[in-house]
């Protein structure tokens, strides 16, 4: 069978096909972590889930920029700082799934400054942290194993303040867990490497490890009904372990983020964002 990743993109095409809805894939809860060589874990920093969609446009960088939450509300205008996605995004088109995140002047990750963000007020800039590519230059990765997707948004993806990709780990996920617990994470991700995407489906394909009690919500998204204080990751975390580390510090974190784990004092001074 061929292997749409491998198949030639046809740049010159005067138009892509537009992009489908589709609804984040959710993770079934799990009381402990594991170690396997057929998943990748990845950190769960305590944001809420989105779909970023992006074009189709004429060229790579040039699409329109969707974003819409796991609740199917539309927070594109309510986030002006993710316009620019697409230009970050070395696509025509492309849906992208992660979380929406804010970070305080010590770098944690502050749910309730996202909540009002999210409600339409002023605050500290909203980050995209992505961990999944569902669909590239008009073709469906829905049917692609797990880790085809993700090398797929690592080829596409250049980071920068507002999108970056979320580091995994193969095989080690205890490791991963003892540091997420060690600094008071919202919890981790176990995902089957070989897995498809089931869009709007909750599978045992994605399990959600949640490192502090109580902090597991509707769809391990750590949104509305999580509280803030069960959704506080330390942005410091992922240095501890120094395999964690070289990943997060190689592409996994906004620059801010990777700022705030040497110097806090980086994303105090990031200017408040109003969509007003």
Same mark, same amino acid.
């Given at each position: 069978?061929?292997?749409?990743?491998?198949?030639?993109?046809?740049?010159?095409?005067?138009?892509?096909?537009?992009?489908?809805?589709?609804?984040?894939?959710?993770?079934?809860?799990?009381?402990?972590?594991?170690?396997?060589?057929?998943?990748?874990?990845?950190?769960?920093?305590?944001?809420?889930?989105?779909?970023?969609?992006?074009?189709?446009?004429?060229?790579?960088?040039?699409?329109?920029?969707?974003?819409?939450?796991?609740?199917? =509300?539309? *927070?594109?205008?309510? $986030?002006?700082?993710?316009?620019?996605?697409?230009?970050? #995004? !070395? %696509?025509?088109? +492309? @849906?992208?799934?992660?979380?929406?995140?804010?970070?305080?002047?010590?770098?944690?990750?502050?749910?309730?400054?996202?909540?009002?963000?999210?409600?339409?007020?002023?605050?500290?800039?909203?980050?995209?942290?992505?961990?999944?590519?569902?669909?590239?230059?008009?073709?469906?990765?829905?049917?692609?194993?797990? =880790?085809? *997707?993700?090398?797929? $948004?690592?080829?596409?993806?250049?980071?920068?303040?507002? #999108? !970056? %990709?979320?580091? +995994? @780990?193969?095989?080690?996920?205890?490791?991963?867990?003892?540091?997420?617990?060690?600094?008071?994470?919202?919890?981790?991700?176990?995902?089957?490497?070989?897995?498809?995407?089931?869009?709007?489906?909750?599978?045992?394909?994605?399990?959600?490890?949640?490192?502090?009690?109580?902090?597991?919500?509707?769809?391990?998204?750590?949104?509305?009904?999580?509280?803030?204080?069960?959704?506080?990751?330390?942005?410091?975390?992922?240095?501890?372990?120094?395999?964690?580390?070289?990943?997060?510090?190689?592409?996994?974190?906004?620059?801010?983020?990777?700022?705030?784990?040497?110097?806090?004092?980086?994303?105090?001074?990031?200017?408040?964002?109003?969509?007003?």
């Amino acid at each position: 069978m061929t292997d749409q990743l491998s198949l030639p993109l046809d740049a010159t095409a005067d138009r892509l096909p537009d992009l489908p809805e589709l609804r984040p894939m959710l993770a079934r809860p799990l009381s402990e972590a594991f170690d396997s060589d057929q998943h990748l874990f990845e950190p769960w920093w305590g944001g809420t889930r989105a779909l970023i969609s992006i074009g189709p446009g004429e060229r790579p960088g040039e699409g329109d920029v969707r974003v819409v939450d796991v609740d199917e =509300v539309d *927070r594109t205008a309510t $986030l002006p700082e993710l316009a620019g996605t697409a230009v970050r #995004v !070395a %696509a025509r088109s +492309a @849906i992208l799934d992660g979380e929406l995140v804010v970070v305080d002047a010590h770098g944690r990750a502050d749910a309730a400054a996202l909540e009002r963000r999210l409600e339409g007020k002023a605050g500290r800039p909203v980050a995209f942290l992505a961990f999944d590519l569902l669909h590239l230059d008009g073709r469906s990765l829905l049917g692609q194993p797990l =880790v085809r *997707r993700r090398e797929a $948004l690592k080829r596409i993806l250049r980071p920068g303040d507002e #999108v !970056a %990709a979320v580091p +995994a @780990i193969a095989t080690e996920g205890r490791a991963l867990f003892d540091a997420i617990v060690a600094q008071g994470l919202a919890g981790m991700m176990a995902r089957q490497r070989q897995g498809p995407y089931l869009s709007g489906l909750r599978s045992r394909l994605w399990r959600f490890i949640p490192a502090v009690a109580g902090s597991i919500p509707a769809s391990e998204t750590c949104s509305s009904q999580c509280s803030p204080t069960s959704c506080a990751p330390n942005a410091r975390a992922l240095t501890t372990n120094p395999q964690i580390g070289r990943e997060l510090r190689a592409s996994s974190a906004p620059t801010y983020l990777r700022n705030t784990a040497t110097n806090s004092r980086t994303a105090a001074r990031r200017p408040p964002y109003s969509t007003k």
